[in-house]
């Protein structure tokens, strides 16, 4: 009897804790055109997709603030200012040529408590000079500003797969 019950407690189902502000909190912020945050954030994360899809540096800095941070931990790398982001996007357009890359939404994270968002992504590129495509995902976390630009820019993503991922592709 002993044993049973022992058993019956160890398979019991663990019990799921609901919070009401997680599951009722609803965003009413609006944006100047009327637009909830929500929808804004969309708009201004097609336009990333499409930006780094087609590694446009223009068009990436042009989502930018002039006093935008822009953080790589996994390069060691933090820079200010939109011009240190359209040279990362202009460096990795030269590595991978038009039309041997894409960056792939997977994900679209919003924060309800402040105007901040994450972007979970898949790349895909062959490298110049080599017939290897190479694949590799990370999340881009952005801070929006009252102007609707990106103001904060943290990309992270493993650096050391990138890296033996693209001496491989060098290597055949």
Same mark, same amino acid.
């Given at each position: 009897m002993k044993f049973a019950l022992a058993d019956a407690r160890r398979h019991r189902r663990p019990e799921i804790i609901r919070t009401p502000t997680a599951q009722t909190k609803v965003i009413t912020t609006m944006t100047g055109d009327g637009t909830s945050r929500i929808e804004a954030f969309k708009v201004l994360c097609d336009r990333w997709e499409k930006a780094w899809t087609e590694l446009d540096g223009d068009a990436v800095a042009q989502l930018c603030a002039e006093d935008l941070l822009y953080d790589e931990p996994a390069l060691e790398d933090t820079r200010r200012g939109r011009e240190a982001v359209r040279r990362h996007v202009m460096a990795m357009a030269r590595t991978f040529p038009d !039309?041997?890359?894409?960056?792939?939404?997977? !994900?679209?994270y919003i924060e309800v408590d402040r105007p901040a968002m994450v972007v979970a992504w898949q790349f895909q590129g062959t490298p110049i000079g080599t017939d290897r495509l190479i694949e590799f995902h990370g999340d881009d976390r952005l801070e929006i500003g009252e102007d609707g630009l990106i103001h904060a820019y943290r990309g992270l993503y493993d650096n050391r797969l990138v890296r033996k991922l693209l001496r491989e592709a060098y290597d055949n």
């Open positions: !039309g041997t890359s894409s960056f792939t939404r997977i !994900g679209l």
